[in-house]
């Protein structure tokens, strides 16, 4: 490809970049949408838009390649940021510095999923795609995909593959193994009282919270692969007054489903050091564990055999303690490849960038994957 296609994939990445689409802003995740349409029209791809529940943003399928009826390749992006509506004017403006190009959600996960639909647009345009191609594009990924684990089952079961542009990792290396996810919010009810005049007849919902939190931190195994994270806590009214309320939430990060059971277990059986205090958990796994399966390992072996034909020698990590829509695929039995989008650093940070080397190889390599599959 030319310098020229570059330029044109920069421009594009750039326009995508520039639609803030925090997950709770449907309106923004749907000018999203929208420009992912507007991109594809006037191509050979069947274009259905599915609504958005629960106030987020909608879903967009894209379909294209080989009408065989059979199963074919399903890839899979997601068009939600972490990022604030107003990163972009006042933190994380778009711009080059040499190889890199800053912007909010370029590297998780704009940049990649605007190379996947160049690599799926042309596929589609050549008509050379061996199996059917699908192309899910999500609201909400960001805070677990609660509105789309079932569309993302449902086609995930029609395909016998799945692509998955999440962020590429340490140089452009794939993610073919990924742990699995809970969270958990964990409410604690102690007893108010005045902090002076009556301290001895309240029971501290604070205090209580800081005990639990003790205990759920120490459940990290990091010989198991198991992580436990206490990421956010909230509590009292006033400075003077014994806590009644107090909140805090965990994530759960683990290997196995097994482990999964046990700590999610442990975590809901929380009982009270104080036993005038009350414990409430609930949540539980959100993403199942995503692992290197006999099936991911041939299908990992596949990819790399057409990366080679194209000069690219595709490597990739050890698993990753990172979610994905691709948690849910790998655990339906789907053979799932993730990591595929662009080459970068910096998620969820305001130093967030692409390598813009990479998006010509990485481009390339969907284009390879989406018609030599099936």
């Not at 007893?191 to 005990?211: C, L, N």
């Not at 999610?264 to 958990?281: E, F, M, S, Y």
């Not at 990366?307 to 790998?330: C, H, K, R, W, Y």
Request: hydrophobic share 40%; glycine share 12%.
């Amino acid at each position: 490809m030319s310098n020229n296609a570059l330029e044109s994939m920069l421009d594009g990445i750039s326009r995508w970049v520039a639609i803030e689409s925090p997950t709770h802003d449907a309106a923004g995740v749907n000018r999203m949408i929208d420009a992912v349409a507007a991109d594809v029209a006037g191509l050979p791809i069947a274009v259905e838009r599915v609504p958005g529940k629960d106030g987020l943003g909608d879903s967009l399928i894209l379909r294209a390649g080989a009408r065989t009826g059979g199963r074919g390749v399903l890839v899979m992006s997601h068009v939600d940021t972490v990022h604030p509506v107003g990163t972009l004017a006042k933190d994380l403006p778009i711009r080059r510095e040499g190889d890199k190009l800053y912007g909010p959600g370029i590297y998780d996960m704009k940049g990649g999923a605007y190379l996947a639909l160049e690599g799926f647009k042309r596929a589609a345009a050549s008509g050379e795609a061996r199996a059917p191609l699908t192309f899910l594009f999500t609201p909400d990924e960001e805070i677990g995909s609660p509105t789309t684990r079932a569309l993302i089952e449902d086609l995930g079961c029609q395909a016998s593959a799945v692509l998955v542009t999440e962020p590429a990792r340490d140089g452009g290396k794939i993610v073919t193994a990924r742990k699995g996810v809970g969270r958990f919010d964990v409410q604690v009810e102690g007893r108010p009282a005045h902090s002076g005049s009556r301290h001895q007849d309240g029971r501290s919902a604070i205090r209580e919270a800081a005990r639990q939190i003790l205990l759920v931190e120490a459940l990290t195994d990091y010989a198991r692969g198991v992580t436990t994270t206490v990421g956010m806590m909230a509590g009292g009214t006033a400075a003077n007054v014994i806590p009644q309320f107090a909140r805090f939430s965990v994530d759960l990060r683990v290997v196995n489903p097994a482990d999964g059971e046990e700590f999610t277990g442990r975590i809901k059986g929380l009982a009270p050091v104080d036993p005038d205090c009350r414990i409430t958990v609930v949540g539980d796994m959100n993403r199942p564990p995503y692992n290197k399966t006999a099936e991911v390992a041939a299908l990992y072996e596949q990819a790399r055999a057409l990366a080679a034909e194209i000069g690219v020698d595709l490597q990739d990590v050890p698993m990753t303690g990172g979610g994905s829509d691709g948690n849910f695929t790998a655990a339906l039995g789907i053979p799932t490849l993730d990591g595929l989008g662009i080459d970068g650093d910096g998620a969820h940070t305001l130093h967030e960038h692409a390598l813009i080397s990479s998006i010509l190889p990485r481009t390339a390599l969907m284009e390879r994957l989406l018609t030599r599959l099936g």
